[in-house]
């Protein structure tokens, strides 16, 4: 049966993350770690910080209104993320997981007053050749209607687990690694834009907020928060969105800060495509497709 754990405030992200690299390194020196992941549900009621998500529109390049993009909804939801990831008796540390997918509708218009009811829970883990694919399925009700859901995969590198489905099934995000889209503006993304995302975002995790911090994972420098590249693209395409969209997001290559880099998009029968990628044309850093 599955666990429901309805917690009173919004997870601190900073205490979770270094508490799950302590027993990602523990684990190592042992040998031993969970192998299932737990059947449980993390739900949260809150209600929207106004002034917080006025600041996320600005640095993502939304128009600041009442209305809040999916995205932000997102944002609201990835400390459960992060508070199910780190749990003791989650089979994987923070530190070796990379967000590839990230896939989410919103079902109506949400207004900034509106009050949430946030859930995170596990999906099936799932094969790929690099390791475990883990689904972490979102949902935000206002009151008993459902207004958005969320998918986001990430990679659990090297790692196995008992039992997994294999990759070929369905994950909800159909997107290649690479499209050809002619780009038509350039975005100059400064060195301290992860500092100032962590900022409205919670995220603190250092790959994203000092040169230090991204050595320390094996990049020359810090790179930007993939959320935020998905904020920014959705920012981006938004006026000429309906209400109610869905969004599917590939990260395919980090960006390093600081940077430029190339956005492009064409609209396709109902459905936008957008590639974010380096100035020198090479690899995508984001592949996306809007409907």
Known sequence: MTQRVVLDATPRMAPLLAASMARGVARKVSGRRPQTLPDREVVLETDQDRTRMAAYQRLCGFAVRDVVPATWIHVQAFPLQMELMSAPDSPFALAGIVHVTNSMSLLRPVSVGE??????????????????LLDLIGEAYVGDELVWRGVSAYLARGATLPGMVPEEQPDGVHLPSDVEVEADAVWRLPANLGRRYSAVSGDFNPIHTSALGGKLFGFPRAIIQGMW??????AALEPRLGDAYRMD???TKPIL??????????????????VVRPRSGEKAHLVASVS
């Open 249 to 251: 997001v590939r990260f």
């Open 257 to 274: 800060l600081p940077s430029s880099v190339l956005f492009g998009a064409r609209h396709e029968g109902d459905h936008w495509t957008a």
């Open 115 to 132: 009050r949430l009811r946030l859930s995170s829970s596990y999906g099936a883990p799932r094969e790929h050749r690099r390791g475990v």
């Open 229 to 234: 590249t998905h904020a920014r693209v959705l």
